[in-house]
């Protein structure tokens, strides 16, 4: 049974329905705000998000603060030595996007990862130099600041400068993003030094200074990006990887450059959604299920009932085989873009979807075919109404976990995002194909997806997420909780996920997100269904709405005019409005 209480279905409803502890069952109130909204996965970082925009920096200034803070306060995922991708929508309505995703050396093959019998040398792209990709950070947050911010160079990088040089304290959100690498971290001698006290994890209450991390930061301000390309920062990173048999060169950091791309548009039940466009899948794919699923009543059906999520699924699958075949780097592969936005061709989809039984992915797949939370997303909406949604990353946590001496900077281990042999799984279980094959110079294909929804010209949503191949899932579910459950927005981002990625041909489940009887029902249907003990935290998302809580305060009028949240799954977020 699902109840309903002034028009939309409450959090403690939901999980009480499915059979969630009572502890769970309140998600805490969004935070509010009037003049700008800040949500991060790390608190500091959006204190400094807060300030800028209080000093009178628009959402783009207070972006590239916070993207610089991060790469201080969340060593985890934030980074100056990984990539990502900036979504803006600015006030008059003008939407872009910016690509600073790492791009593979020079120097790459395509069967760089395969020993002499064609088969992959376990860890080559995960654990080594060799996995890691051309650094797009800085030039991404230097070409954001210059053509859309306000504020100066030295102005925006001054506050991570200071977290960076004097330390800040680790609470206990900080302390849980390290447990799980603290052992990787301990066999780089380089990260060691910076990130473990005589080997051992840094106790509560450590104040964490990262002196190497202070010069780069510092040599960025008076230089800007060509301190970090042109500079000593490269030159040091080129010298690691030399010293451990990578094959990164000074040129593929001179050559590198930030794409500035149309972002991928859809609509969905009057929603405008623009968001991320190869080579991210992201934007794609979200349009591409919401449009199948736009065919249903999915808020008559209800969240978390069998058919709601059998739909969801199947949509799922018809998607993710689409990535995972036919998309890639739009410099080397013509992405189906129309196609795959076009309401006709998910009209096609719905017609296939068996009403009764479990689709058959192995069935899907086309003739001739042989991402876990370390990524981090922020939302930043100014007084002004400009949107700014930003995921970058490292891939996985901490990336390779190995710091370029003398640099400071955790080194990415993104070339695992590339297919490395076609019907391979990556990092995150996805099989993918030819498109997204090896090539010098090319970008991996992403699932991140940073977005932004408006609704009559005006800015609606901001919202993205962490979480690897999940990505997607966790950013349409956000979003359809809102839209088609009536959830307020800190429900939406905390309720539990479903997840299918057409293969592995099953249904991942976070904890409770499923009945008893919902579990029933879809197994008699044919559908292998898990709950995911292998990444039990999916991501974190970080969200803000426009005009209130949820559908009913925004249609009233009397909402805050900025509502932003920070999944409970992050322990060290927060959300903060002024």
Known sequence: ?????????????LLWSTGAAVALAASPAPAEGESGM?????????????????????AVDAAVAV??????????????????????????????????????????????????????????????????????????????????????????????????????????????????????????????????????????????????????????????????????????????????????????FEAYKVRELAPVECSYRGYDIVSSPPPSSGGLIICEILNILEGYPISYLGYGSAETTRLMVEAMRHAYVDRNTALGDPDFVKNPVEKLTSKGYAESIRAGIDPYHAGVSAELTPAGFGESTETTHYSIVDKDGNAVAVTYTLNGSFGTGKVAEGTGILLNNEMDDFTMKPGVPNLYGLVQGEANAIEPGKSPLSSMSPTIVSKDGKPFMVIGS?????????????????????????????????????????????????????????????????????????????????????????????GPRYVGAIDSRAAAGSARGY
Request: a negative charge.
């Open 67 to 252: 993207g610089y803070a991060l790469a201080v306060t969340y060593p985890t995922a934030g980074n100056l030595g990984g990539g990502g991708f900036m979504t803006v929508r600015l006030a008059d309505g003008t939407t872009t996007f910016l690509d600073f995703r790492e791009r593979a050396p020079g120097a790459a093959t395509k069967n760089m990862y395969l020993d002499d019998k064609g088969e992959p040398v376990p860890g080559a792209s995960t654990d080594t130099y060799l996995a890691i990709g051309v650094p797009g950070s800085v030039a991404g947050l230097e070409a954001a600041r210059e053509k859309y911010g306000t504020k100066t160079r030295e102005e925006l990088i001054a506050p991570a400068l200071h977290l960076a040089k004097d330390g800040f304290v680790l609470e206990q959100g900080d302390i849980a993003a390290f447990a799980d690498g603290n052992d990787m971290l301990a066999q780089d001698p380089a990260a060691a030094k910076i990130f473990l006290k005589d080997g051992q994890a840094l106790p509560l209450g450590a104040t964490l200074v990262q002196q190497d991390l202070a010069k780069t930061l510092e040599a960025i301000s008076q230089g800007g990006a060509d301190a970090f390309y042109k500079g000593a920062t490269a030159d040091l990173i080129v010298k690691a990887s030399e010293a451990n048999g990578g094959i990164l060169a000074k040129p593929d």
């Open 1 to 13: 049974m699902i109840c309903r209480v002034s028009g939309h279905i409450t959090m403690t409803m």
């Open 38 to 58: 800040v949500v991060t996965a790390q608190h500091l970082a959006t204190d400094v998000g807060v300030e800028v925009l209080k000093a009178g920096g628009n």
């Open 466 to 558: 962490p979480g690897g191949s999940r990505i997607i899932t966790i950013t349409l579910e956000a979003i359809m909780n809102v839209i088609d459950h009536g959830m307020d927005l800190q429900e939406a981002i905390d309720a539990p996920r479903v997840h299918h990625q057409w293969l592995p041909d099953r249904v991942y489940i976070e904890p409770r997100a499923l009945s008893p009887d919902t579990l029933r029902i879809l197994a008699g249907q044919g559908y292998r269904v898990s709950v995911d003990e292998d990444w039990p935290i999916w991501g974190e998302a970080a969200g803000i709405l426009v005009g209130g809580r949820d559908l009913d305060e925004i249609a009233t009028g009397e």
